[in-house]
């Protein structure tokens, strides 16, 4: 999936072909029993619905001249019987088609969404989210259909094709030929469309990206616009993403209706000659029941046609979106285990940096021949001026990224040869952005560890000092919070998910910038019990406030790549480096 912005549009970087569609029928062929039945169901509907002609033309041509009452009747209700049974075979094919496309929109989505918790940070930090949500939910709806119905249709309409061509022929074949002649105009304009119509609807799903990507964006920035008074701005800047979306979308619609008027155009042409025909042969050569029977497979000839020209501007729609689809579910996984990955056994907790250099971007390294022993239970504070690499630091222990060169050990255990879930199961993380999850508070501070009993829960929250806030709440753990915790200031934010953390009892506590949005007086109360909790456990602590990590085992300060200053809170004062001065500077202000 490209790397790019709201307002420019994404280019694939392979040209569509055939095995698009063929790599969809993976999804068919898990339906094949319903899809087989729902065709056999489809071809005995059409099939009685060919017989009325027949009759029709035997009523008129033989059992009206004859007077034959009996023979009448009985064509009657072999009519009737006819278009019942078309009518239930067409409803039972409807309900299993209407299953195999849900499921189909099941699995697709299943697939996406297992692969798009596979993807490295990198993928997104790089790509607009609101583009990803419109491939997993707006573009698997648009192929379902055709993955569906549009198979059975397709195949339906060549069988029907086929089955009108034959019993048209069976009434007379001069006049099934003039019919037909059609077909081979259609299908030339029908080439000549195709490209035209792919690059339209191309088009159209760019637009529908960049519109997605933008009021996704927008949605989650509502507040920064209103407290910066942007609606105006942002009101044209969606408006301008609306009208080209309006505009693809117009120039499709026109370029795919071409086909259409082609189709209604030939067939009124062609039927209005077989009349021609038909009329001046009236005779001894066309009883008049032929020729309203050859008009009636006429008009049934040419619907199909028009409906699998219907079905290409489907096909051609769902194209576009499986192009997406499939890269999406293409995309690399950079972070990934090893072929060869064992389990990474219970750790103490030491860790050892080995001339480790990384970049994001594989230009500039953000560190460069990074070394660092840490022994189990020592807590180890990062402080440097922002972008050093603090946070980075962190995120390669946990593998969120892969490093470009050294080597990173946990208990003397390469970590690029053990499985991600071995390794990050025994680490408790708290990232910057401190994400709730819309439901319970219970839920959210068990999210990291299913099995919690509420005691534990409850023991982690009053560790972190969140239960006193949790319990004044109207109906404390139970309580239903919203997306993104909207319904929490950010300080009660932090504690709920300093209590996440805390609960999986982890081997190694990664704290990045955990008390960033606390108050002074809840921060000295955390501290308390925090002190028991990091006893014993290896932790990393990033932090700008110097005074909560004033205890900690070992200060490094981060910058130009590495470690420039490393010791005590006390060591790093004597020596009046950058540490000091960051200190001071604190103190002062």
């Known amino acids: 999936m490209a790397r790019n912005r709201f307002d420019v549009d ?23 029993k319903k899809m087989i039945l729902s ?9 009685c619905a060919l017989v009325g002609p027949l009759l029709i033309q035997r009523a008129i041509d033989v059992a009206v001249p004859e007077k034959n009452i009996g023979e009448l009747v009985l064509l009657s209700v072999l009519m ?16 299993y088609m209407i299953v195999v496309g849900q499921e189909i929109i099941y699995d697709i989505r299943k697939d996406l969404f ?37 198979i059975i249709n397709f195949v339906l309409e060549i069988f029907n094709l086929i089955l009108i061509a034959i019993f048209m022929f069976a009434c007379d074949v001069k006049l099934a030929l003039i019919v037909m002649a059609g077909v081979p105009l259609f ?51 969606y ?52 020729l309203i029977a050859i008009s009636s497979y006429a008009w049934r000839f040419w619907q199909p046609i028009l409906n699998l020209a219907n079905l290409y501007n489907t096909f051609i729609n769902a194209v576009a979106y499986l192009e997406r689809i499939f890269e999406m579910i293409d995309e690399p996984v950079t972070v990934d ?83 991600l879930h071995s390794l990050r199961s025994q680490m408790g993380i708290m990232l910057q952005d401190s994400f709730i999850f819309s439901g319970t508070i219970m839920d959210n501070i068990r999210y990291g560890r299913l099995d919690a009993t509420d005691e534990e829960v409850i023991a982690a929250a009053k560790t972190v000092r969140a239960h006193e806030f949790i319990s004044e709440m109207e109906d404390g753990y139970y309580t239903q919070v919203n997306e993104r915790g909207s319904r929490l200031s950010q300080g009660q934010k932090q504690l709920v998910a300093f209590a996440r953390t805390l609960l999986s009892d982890p081997k190694i506590l990664v704290l990045d910038e955990a008390t960033s949005s606390i108050d ?9 019990g925090l002190q028991a909790l990091l006893k014993g456990r290896t932790s990393f602590i990033i932090a700008h406030r110097l005074s909560t990590i004033k205890n900690c085992d070992r200060i490094l300060y981060i910058s130009n790549k590495g470690i420039a200053e490393m010791g005590t809170h006390e060591e790093l004062l004597r020596q009046e480096g950058n540490y000091y001065h960051l200190y001071t500077a604190q103190l002062e202000s």
Not at 368 to 388: D, H, K, M, Y
Request: glycine content about 6%.
């Open 80 to 95: 009737l019987v006819s278009i019942i049974l078309s009518i239930l075979f067409a409803r039972a094919r409807s309900k």
């Open 114 to 150: 297992e692969h798009l918790q596979k993807l490295s940070f990198q993928f997104y930090d790089d790509r607009p989210h609101g583009k990803i949500l419109t491939r997993v939910i707006n573009y698997v709806n648009s192929v379902s259909d055709a993955l569906s119905n549009g």
């Open 337 to 419: 285990d090893a072929p060869d990955a064992s389990e990474l056994p219970p750790i103490q907790g030491n860790v050892t940096f080995e001339n480790v250099t990384f970049s994001y971007d594989g230009a500039v390294n953000i560190l460069e021949n990074f070394n660092l022993q840490v022994r189990a239970g020592e807590s180890i504070a990062l402080v440097g001026p922002t972008g050093a690499g603090k946070t980075t630091v962190v995120n390669l222990i946990s593998r969120f990224y892969n490093i470009n060169s050294g080597r990173l050990l946990l208990d003397g255990h390469d970590i690029a040869g053990v499985t």
């Open 187 to 237: 299908l030339v304009l029908v080439l000549l469309i195709k490209p035209a119509q792919r690059r339209a609807w191309q088009d159209v799903s760019n637009k529908s990206s960049n519109l997605n990507a933008y009021l996704h964006e927008s949605l989650d920035g509502m507040k920064i616009t209103q407290a910066f008074t942007r609606e105006e701005e942002n009101a044209g800047i």
């Open 39 to 47: 065709l056999l169901y489809s071809a005995i509907s059409a099939a």
């Open 520 to 528: 002074a007086k809840t921060e000295r109360l955390l501290q308390e």
């Open 10 to 32: 994404e280019n694939l970087e392979t040209p569509f072909n055939i095995k698009h569609l063929l790599r969809a029928g993976v999804y068919i062929g898990r339906h094949k």
């Open 239 to 290: 408006d301008k993403l609306n009208k080209n979306c309006y505009k693809t979308w117009m120039k499709a619609q026109y370029t795919s209706n071409l086909v259409w008027y082609s189709v209604d155009n030939i067939s009124t042409w062609v039927v209005g000659a077989m009349y021609l025909v038909g009329l001046m042969m009236l005779g001894p050569q066309v009883q008049i029941g032929t």
